[in-house]
């Protein structure tokens, strides 16, 4: 006689925490398999199966067998994966059992039950122990570092840590690190990931092993290992997962503005004509809404109807804005707490005021008056699955209003998976050195998480007695290399670039005493040095749009992050592995910024090979730690040898048209490749091939440079030069073209 172990006794026996968790999940059929109990009296034995997503994906799950494994809900995180039978299983009364898996050897034991991965050469890639006194996951580390686990990271390396897998700005810590993301995904450069994806849990890494204790018993543990030779494969396969980064509009790289207790429609159009005529590059202008400050865009918290002291015709206010090429976001707040479903539901499912298309239905009459973008803020209460379908509404949402235009909107919250629809900034923190240093390690770790698309409240939030002209500039120079470049926080004029230079910093936000105690003096709010040394950065970031949006494309198609831990490039530099201040921003820039206060010089590790100085085209030597001398102005950028670097003209906004060439620098010293991307920037129409991939490498025994494009394309020109010497133009149709340098 089969014992009977029914749904119901099941979710009783997990608890109703994990109950509530597994109802609410959709269940994946093609992960089910049933057994039946190992006995005719008592609980049912849990059943190990191991199944072979892909090549380097195996999926590893613990449940009772006695039933379907219904603890298989999808939280949304994973993209859709074959269905597969397990290539190997046990019960936990059962024996041990083997298989191979692409040349590797995994290992299944029982008492406890445990996985153990082989590689072909008998290595252990990762072994996982899964016991239940006290119920926890056991893994290895190996004799590397490891990363990951969303953002609110102490440091890089997570090895000596405790992580509880909180979301939300959490006290002492949103000051430094930022709010908290959870991603259960660690990887590690010796070649493996491990996501830990049903259900939710804690880590413990302050030992020689790692631990992963459950919220609920183990019966029901879902995970996955991730294995690859490299760091780039480890990356995309995470990125087949869970998911690879959209592709975002051109616009959204551009220079963004965010504006706090609006005084006036005639400030509001000020502000935005100030821009174009002092020449500074900005392309989205953010309006903050009402009850964070006292005049927003909207009325109150929640709502979508415009506060008429500020704009009292929003649509004549956003056409002019257009007008003048700006793009406007709004920031929104207060979503359903148990946000679920999808944009596309209906009838019945569809009028529950917590589903995703009954609440995105607010949305569409701002999007029909020409507001481009939101910023979807707070969110902090929801579960993993609601902020996951809260980034996924505000991707789907504007694709039904407006479906030929790429969507934006930055967001607060999010879970595995969000890199598919959203950007992420990292909350309210201060402005404090600390807090800037400790944001240069979160952006990394962020994208060994795998969110691409991030950023920082340029200069910090929450103003503090550190929030000096210096402070900013230095923090203003590491946002114009960091994915997201925009400049938000209380006393929020100080944010604009020419803001140090008024004689007064505007509305304070802050208590009367703790803005008298913390904000700048009157005397030192007529710096004239801060406005040209932003411009300059602007500048920067404006002809390097053909490079970043040709790596932002390379993004969207392997997962590899924007700002790359140094390590990416060569898993085996030691010291590459512990840089946790600098970075790589695309392929080929190397990124130092200048992290204390009066700084001279600033120590940077040069891997091995042959750099050159982005500023000076100085050429240097690699393999050690230099000294780069610095001033107000200058954050150290190298470039690696053998890139070819495309920039093109300075734009006040990435539309703006031009008769400028782009211009293509090759930093001789090595071999180099590089993919210039280049579609309309706003559409889908580059999933219909309406695209140009001119492919450029460059060959430094025999000084040639190789041009060879995806197509055949009308005649343009190129400006053409090594590192430090005169350009020459030459013309291109798309044909193989060889030019000797």
């Known amino acids: 006689m089969t014992a009977e172990f029914t749904r119901r006794s099941l979710l009783q026996g997990l608890g109703a925490g994990a109950a509530t968790l597994l109802l609410r999940r959709r269940l994946l059929a093609s992960e089910v398999w049933v057994a039946s109990a ?221 504006h706090r207790t609006l005084a006036s429609r005639e400030e509001i159009l000020s502000e935005a004509k100030t821009f174009r005529e002092k020449k500074l590059p900005c392309d989205t202008l953010i309006y903050l809404g009402t009850g964070f400050c006292p005049s927003g865009w909207n009325t109150g918290h929640g709502s979508f109807a415009f506060n008429e002291t500020v704009f009292p015709d929003p649509e004549a206010m956003i056409r002019k804005l257009h007008q003048e090429n700006f793009k406007v976001l709004l920031h929104v707040v207060n979503p359903p707490v148990n946000l679920h479903g999808t944009v596309s539901d209906s009838g019945i499912a569809a009028e529950d005021p917590a589903d995703a298309a009954k609440y995105w239905q607010y949305h569409p009459p701002l999007d029909h008056m020409g507001v481009d973008g939101w910023w979807p803020d707070e969110g902090d209460p929801l579960q993993a699955a609601a902020r996951l379908v809260r980034n996924r509404m505000y991707f789907e949402g504007e694709r039904q209003v407006r479906p030929d235009l790429r969507p934006f909107a930055l967001h607060r919250n999010g879970y595995a998976g969000m890199q598919r629809y959203a950007w992420l900034w990292s909350g309210d923190v201060l402005c404090t050195w600390k807090t800037l240093n400790a944001q240069v390690m979160q952006g990394i770790n962020v994208g060994l998480s795998g969110i691409p698309y991030w950023g920082t409240d340029t200069g910090g939030f929450v103003p503090t007695k550190e929030f000096t002209a210096e402070l900013f500039l230095r923090w203003f120079q590491f946002s114009a290399f960091c994915p997201l470049f925009r400049g938000h926080g209380r006393t929020w004029k100080l944010r604009l670039p020419w803001g140090w230079n008024t004689g007064d910093y505007g509305p304070a936000e802050l208590s009367p005493q703790t803005a008298a105690e913390v904000l700048p003096k009157p005397e030192d709010l007529h710096n004239a040095a801060v406005e040209p040394i932003c411009q300059k950065y602007l500048n920067a970031r404006y002809r390097l749009l053909p490079y970043l949006y040709s790596a932002v494309e390379q993004t969207h198609a392997t997962g590899i992050p924007l700002m790359r831990a140094m390590w990416l490039h060569d898993a085996q530099d030691e010291r590459a592995r512990t840089c946790a201040d600098q970075y790589f921003f695309g392929p080929s820039l190397l990124i130092a910024p200048v992290l204390e206060s009066g700084a001279q010089e600033r120590m940077v590790y040069l891997p091995s090979g042959t750099w050159w100085d982005f500023w000076t085209n100085d050429r240097l030597t690699g393999g050690d730690s230099i000294k780069r001398q610095v001033n107000l102005e200058t954050m150290p950028v190298f470039v690696k040898a053998g890139t070819i670097l495309p920039t093109g003209p300075v734009k006040q906004f990435t539309a703006e048209p031009s008769d400028e060439p782009i211009t293509l620098t090759v930093y001789p010293g090595a071999d180099g490749e590089f993919s210039l991307y280049e579609d309309d920037g706003i559409s889908y129409k580059h999933e219909h091939g309406e695209f140009t991939r001119t492919e450029l490498q460059w060959k430094e025994s025999t000084r040639t440079l190789l041009l060879k494009a995806n197509k055949s394309i009308p005649e343009r020109r190129f400006r053409i030069a090594l590192a430090g010497q005169a350009t020459k133009e030459v013309s291109f149709s798309g044909q193989e073209k060889k030019i000797q340098l």
């Open 38 to 258: 190992d006995s005719e009296t008592g609980p049912p034995a849990l059943e190990l199966s191991v199944r072979a997503v892909s090549d380097n994906i195996l999926r590893i799950t613990v449940a009772a067998a006695a039933e379907p494994l219904e603890k298989m809900y999808s939280d949304g995180s994973l993209v859709a994966t074959s269905p597969t039978e397990p290539i190997v299983r046990t019960l936990a009364t059962g024996a041990a059992q083997s298989a191979t898996w692409s040349g590797r050897k995994v290992q299944i034991s029982v008492n406890p039950l445990s996985v153990s991965v082989q590689d072909a050469g008998g290595r252990e890639i990762q072994a996982l122990r899964f016991e239940s006194t006290p119920s926890r996951i056991t893994f290895l580390y190996g004799n590397a570092p490891v990363y990951g686990l969303g953002q609110g990271a102490h440091q890089l390396d997570r090895r000596g840590t405790a992580e509880a897998m909180r979301s939300g700005q959490l006290g002492d810590d949103l000051q430094v690190y930022g709010a908290h993301l959870p991603i259960p995904w660690l990887m590690s450069p010796e070649g493996w990931g491990l996501f830990f994806h049903e259900p939710m849990g804690s880590f413990d890494l302050r030992g020689d092993t790692g631990f992963f204790r459950p919220e609920e018993s183990a019966r029901g543990s879902d995970l996955f290992l991730v294995v690859a030779d490299t760091p780039a494969q480890l990356l995309k396969e995470w990125a087949e997962l869970t998911g690879y980064p959209h592709l975002p509009p051109l616009w959204s790289l551009g220079y963004q503005q965010s």
